[in-house]
């Protein structure tokens, strides 16, 4: 298998798109073991890959996320938050991290969620007087709720991968998305103290009730999904297209949707789209070398020969899968490594739909985490801050985003309250 992992790590240091080094890596294994003959097998790999009905809600999830943001949901939530909390010191900070919640409870992307907030709240901290590293740094960091507070894209594919319920993964990921908020607003409020940071004019009573009232139904959207997929009114699949029906009604009453802008989210969600489902067909290609090579048994072996504790496992597990999300998209490494992660998950015994909310935090964290973090990428390039400096704001926020991994490791309540409660 050295080769595989030659070709593919000389692929992407050469620029090479993830997709394409995933599947030309893969099949050129293939010819160099000896196995040209079964290279005929991979088109029928990759469309069985993509070929599941419930990834539906990728496309439709994305399109009511789109139809939002391009509606002026975006700018609504910041305004929310900012009647919430904005008065506070600093209360910027505070209003980035409950928009990130907020906008989260839409999108289900950190990359999208970094995008769209990072353009509005990076100039907004700056103009408070907050370092533009430090809120380059708050933006790629709170952003890691956006695939953990349902609807998540990458909970999705996990539970299509390993035959989880996406309904309780979901219910799994509101703990984990709380903690981290609860952990950032924490920190921001410190700093903020620490700094002198400005206090800013508290709204209204009268505003505060207009920003609730117009940001209220776009909010009301991942109670509407999770509330009607736990009651079973619908499946996640129609979830996703009643939240795209949604969208559009909100957005049409308020006015805010036009055709052009309709047809705008159209574009921007059939390339996102495309590009993960590209992703998936190409990563069943090395699923499938992987399980032809036997590489999760040589693994789980190799890992039992250093130990047997469980507890030790997860922690290298977890340390495997925080590297991994430093380079790699989630849905890439979930695609790869699923074989491997069913392996650990049977070996630790840990209940599935925690194991499952243990492994989505571990690799969307890696997205923030230094030094090659695409969320501190984004957000140093909407800031126009040198990395270097987002990284250092950066390390103790990742810090609160761990222990709280550290967290929902060790302690199965803490996710499996909500899915408990609700059976």
């Not at 194991?355 to 890696?366: A, K």
Request: charged content about 10%; aromatic content about 8%.
């Amino acid at each position: 298998m050295s080769s595989f992992f030659l070709l593919f790590a000389g692929f992407l240091a050469t620029g090479v798109p993830i997709a394409l080094a995933l599947g030309i890596a893969g099949t050129a294994y293939l010819y160099l073991s000896g196995n040209g003959m079964m290279a005929l097998m991979l088109p029928q790999r990759m469309i069985a890959g993509v070929d599941q009905f419930v990834l539906l809600t990728i496309p439709l999830f994305l399109l009511a996320g789109a139809l939002m943001n391009v509606g002026g949901v975006t700018e609504r939530i910041v305004t929310f938050a900012r009647a919430m909390v904005g008065h506070r010191r600093g209360g910027m900070s505070s209003v980035s991290i409950l928009s990130s919640g907020f906008f989260a409870g839409i999108s289900g992307s950190a990359t999208a969620e970094a995008s769209a907030l990072g353009s509005i709240l990076i100039p907004s901290m700056a103009k408070q007087g907050m370092p533009p590293a430090y809120a380059a740094a708050l933006i790629a960091v709170s952003s890691v709720m956006g695939p953990i507070i349902p609807p998540s894209i990458t909970m999705i594919i996990y539970g299509v991968l390993s035959g989880a319920s996406i309904g309780q993964l979901f219910l799994a990921g509101i703990m984990p998305g709380i903690g981290i908020a609860a952990g950032l607003l924490i920190y921001a409020s410190w700093r903020a103290r620490r700094d002198g940071f400005p206090v800013t004019p508290r709204m209204t009573g009268r505003e505060r009730l207009a920003a609730t009232r117009r940001t209220l139904p776009a909010l009301l959207l991942p109670l509407i999904i999770l509330v009607g997929i736990k009651a079973g009114i619908f499946t996640p699949t129609e979830a996703a297209a009643v939240a795209v029906g949604y969208a559009l009604i909100i957005g049409f009453i308020y006015r805010d949707l036009t055709l052009s802008r309709v047809w705008e989210a159209l574009i921007a969600t059939a390339l996102v789209s495309t590009s993960i489902l590209f992703i998936t067909s190409m990563a069943s290609i090395v699923s499938f070398v992987f399980t032809l090579e036997q590489v999760p048994q040589l693994i789980a072996d190799a890992m039992l020969s250093l130990t047997e504790n469980p507890w030790m496992i997860l922690l290298l597990l977890n340390i495997f899968l925080l590297v991994l999300g430093m380079f790699l998209e989630p849905i890439s490494i979930l695609i790869l490594t699923m074989p491997i992660l069913m392996k650990f998950q049977a070996l630790i015994g840990m209940d599935p739909v925690q194991f499952g909310t243990v492994v989505v935090l571990n690799v969307v964290i890696g997205m923030a985490t230094p030094p090659v973090g695409i969320l501190l990428f984004i957000a140093s390039a909407i800031s126009g801050e040198p990395v270097g400096k987002v990284i250092r704001e950066a390390m103790p926020l990742v810090g609160i985003c761990l222990l709280v991994l550290a967290v929902i490791a060790l302690v199965p309540q803490v996710s499996l309250f909500f899915p408990s409660f609700l059976n």
